[in-house]
């Protein structure tokens, strides 16, 4: 467990403004003072910090900090929307997603409630902490349960609307906050967003991946869209986009995780795909998030190469 | 207190359990009389009210052997007997563990031990949150359930807050594999909740027992009921 975020990562992916975890916690904190059911549950991580610590003040009944217990955070959230409130509850990802897995099967779908979790760390965002602090396999396991809506945010200002949008219903959302971020923000309308037209592959980056990808594809004739929600999958857009029949996947999180709703948007038509994301591996290492782009791939380089050879 | 039309009685209970399983399954009946006395005597809740934000909630949080709670739910007007004959059939609402989403009156979906306290917390703080200080929120759990981490989380953060609209039951039949040296209440009192132990088969002293939170903390009651068959 950490309670900060050490500040390392290659600064110029870092937007100079307010980080993803800053814009959540602002657009958390209008949220608490304006609408009475929303209640944020906080296992340790981002308590101290300002905006949330006058929330706590302000809101005491609905900032909730249960202390370094996932599991207990996630139930809480289940207990509280069984109670007729909108929960948010946030913490480190791994501890989110991988370690209270069985209390979002169970706590949210089966009782028949909805709630919301926001992650910070993604699949290597403090490198530096190694891969306790990992969670690249977070995506992969809301795609085990039904009807969770998935955003992967690319950039601080595609945090606040997806997160007011989500405390007006009573779905299951999660939203997977990073450190890595693109240089501009896009639309958050769940659709893809189209960002350039080629003749050859589409090319969907999902989230922080997107710079990566123009600087990948800057000499190519390639289409590319971006994501920022990812489930659901954008599949009419897809279809619409995808005219080659060849789709590269570039995903922030585990490699290939989106790749069956690939399968599924182009059932009828011959298609090939690439997948590219964060391999199957512990490493063992730590370095910066720019070293494990660079290990797992997900470098402009790395990523150049593989459509290249896609594309043959 | 519970004002139901209920057809059915404590005698008629074990009859009811036996159209879902054999009642002669012991945890089916350590559980019964908790149970009854809950729903006959203790909760603020009754069919015609299943919306109501004030009402008492009941997590059935150890769903296994959900034949009593069914024969309970049944008696109490909740569920039609005639669901009793069809139990864990193609179809039916009532399977092996409880849905909250199938079975009116069932507050939560449960099965996956450790589960029913954390989300009492929640539901605590939700109806804290909104206002709502007249409802309270049991939840019933067995001594083996206890082995489960989840609880442990959840008793040691609502005895520092003080959750006092929670009440726990743990239904203690000795099931434990390791057992509770020193005690389960003491394991609640050592974490700030009030405690009571009574005879799980006696309902004066079960709806006691029930009654005596103190309006500061949590309360937990453990009762002791191995099978008396």
Known sequence: ?312 | MTVTSARFGYDDLRGLITRVVDVKHAPEDSTLDVLWTLYDRVLDVSPDRLDSPDRDRFYLSKGHNPGSFYAVLAAKGYIPDAWLDRAFTAGSRLGGHPDRTLVPGAEISSGSLGHGLPLAVGTALGLRAQGLLKPRIYALLGDAELDEGTNHEAMAYAGATGLDNLTVVVLDNGSASHGWPGGIAARFTAQGWSASEVDGRDHDAIESALRSHNGSAPHAVVAFATSNI
């Open chain 1, 1 to 312: 467990m950490t309670t900060s975020l050490p500040r390392i990562g290659d600064p110029m992916r870092v937007p100079d403004t307010a980080t993803m975890r800053d814009a959540f916690i602002d657009a958390a904190a209008d949220l608490l003072d304006d609408d009475p059911r929303v209640a944020v549950v906080l296992a340790d991580i981002s308590v101290g910090h300002e905006r949330f610590a006058q929330a706590a003040r302000e809101h005491p009944d609905r900032v909730l900090n249960v202390g370094i217990r996932e599991a207990l955070m996630v139930s809480t959230a289940g207990g509280l929307a069984l109670s007729g409130m909108r929960p948010i509850a946030h913490t480190y990802a791994p501890f989110l997603v991988e370690r209270a897995y069985e209390q979002i099967k169970l706590d949210f779908e089966h009782q028949g409630v909805g709630g919301i979790l926001v992650s910070v760390g993604a699949s290597y965002d403090w490198s530096q902490g190694g891969y306790t602090h990992f969670s690249p396999g977070d995506v992969a396991l809301f795609d085990t349960m039904p009807d969770w809506t998935v955003h992967v945010p690319g950039h601080p200002k595609e945090v606040g609307g997806p997160l007011r949008a989500a405390a007006l219903t009573d779905d299951k959302v999660y939203m997977r906050l990073s450190t890595l971020a693109n240089a501009a923000p896009h639309q958050t309308t769940g659709k893809l967003s189209l960002i350039k037209s080629g003749e050859g592959p589409l090319v969907v980056a999902v989230g922080p991946t997107l710079d990566n990808v123009l600087l990948a594809t800057a000499g190519m004739s390639v289409t590319v869209a971006y994501a920022n929600t990812v489930r659901p999958f954008d599949l009419e857009g897809l279809r619409a986009l995808a005219h080659t029949g060849e789709v590269v996947l570039v995903e922030p999180y585990l490699e290939g995780t989106s790749s069956r709703l690939v399968a599924e948007a182009l059932i009828d038509r011959p298609h090939r795909t690439l997948a590219i994301g964060v391999k199957r591996v512990d490493l063992h290492k730590y370095g910066t998030p720019a070293d494990h782009d660079r290990w797992h791939g997900l470098d402009p380089a790395t990523i150049s190469e593989r459509i290249a050879a896609f594309s043959r």
